[in-house]
């Protein structure tokens, strides 16, 4: 056998065995990037919210997952973000209580220009922006309110669609909001890729643990 063909072959062989082994570029490289670029229905953006279990460690759900209005995706008192599509919300309680809060909202856009424009408008200037090496999403920013014991933001655009989060009275911290946020935006790529969403806050705290 020619040399040059039996390189071909081995090399077809070699494919093969990964694809036996259940391994593939998607799978081995780095998800994060990935862009939402499907128009998500209401039910898909509401099973990527995180649910019990899938949040930060002492925190729970907090009557369950909502359809959000518009101008839950803009800023206070302004209207509808421009080519708002649809939204869902979830709210948690910290140890049982109702004292501190944390939220997650995921807003769907028209397209990543509308995305990226409320992402941005979200960036109130009176927060104190975090530094990060770390980027989830294609965007990410992560801030601090210092004039409420510290409570944590985080807002991250992948294509279409915006998230923020907000965790109350961390003390700085924007660890567990960083978490939250990963996790919602693996959960809609798995979505996306027509899987069950199964990551968790606790998953994505673990990788960045090993980083």
């Known amino acids: 056998m020619?040399?040059?063909?039996?390189?071909?072959?081995?090399l077809t062989a070699l494919a093969g065995l990964v694809a036996l082994s259940g391994c593939s570029s998607a799978d081995s490289g780095e998800e994060a990037g990935k862009p939402?670029?499907?128009?998500?229905?209401?039910?898909?953006?509401?099973?990527?919210?995180?649910?019990?279990?899938?949040?930060?460690?002492?925190?729970?759900?907090?009557e369950g997952k909502r359809v959000?209005?518009?101008?839950?995706?803009a800023l206070v008192d302004h209207p509808a973000p421009k080519g708002w599509v649809r939204a869902g919300e979830a709210w948690y309680i910290h140890?049982?209580?109702?004292?501190?809060m944390a939220d997650v909202t995921i807003c769907l856009f028209d397209g990543p220009e509308n995305a990226k424009s409320a992402y941005t408008a979200w960036q109130d200037k009176d927060l104190k922006k975090q530094d990060s090496?770390?980027?989830?999403?294609?965007?990410?920013?992560?801030?601090?309110?210092?004039d409420?014991?510290?409570t944590a933001y985080a807002f991250s655009r992948s294509g279409s669609i915006a998230i923020k989060?907000?965790?109350?009275?961390?003390?700085?911290?924007?660890?567990?909001?960083?978490d939250m946020i990963a996790a919602t935006l693996k959960r809609l790529q798995q979505v996306q890729d027509g899987k069950r969403a199964t990551a968790t806050a606790g998953d994505e705290a673990a990788k960045a643990a090993k980083k």
């Not at 020619?2 to 081995?10: N, W």
């Not at 140890?95 to 501190?100: A, E, M, P």
């Not at 989060?165 to 960083?178: E, F, I, L, N, Y």
């Open 165 to 178: 989060v907000k965790v109350d009275h961390t003390g700085g911290d924007t660890t567990g909001a960083r």
């Open 2 to 10: 020619p040399r040059t063909r039996f390189i071909a072959v081995s």
């Open 36 to 62: 939402i670029t499907q128009q998500l229905d209401q039910g898909q953006i509401q099973q990527a919210l995180p649910g019990a279990g899938e949040v930060i460690r002492e925190w729970d759900p907090y």
């Open 95 to 100: 140890n049982g209580s109702t004292d501190d």
């Open 148 to 150: 409420t014991d510290g």
């Open 133 to 146: 090496k770390e980027t989830v999403g294609e965007d990410s920013a992560f801030f601090v309110n210092p």
């Open 68 to 73: 959000s209005k518009a101008d839950h995706c």
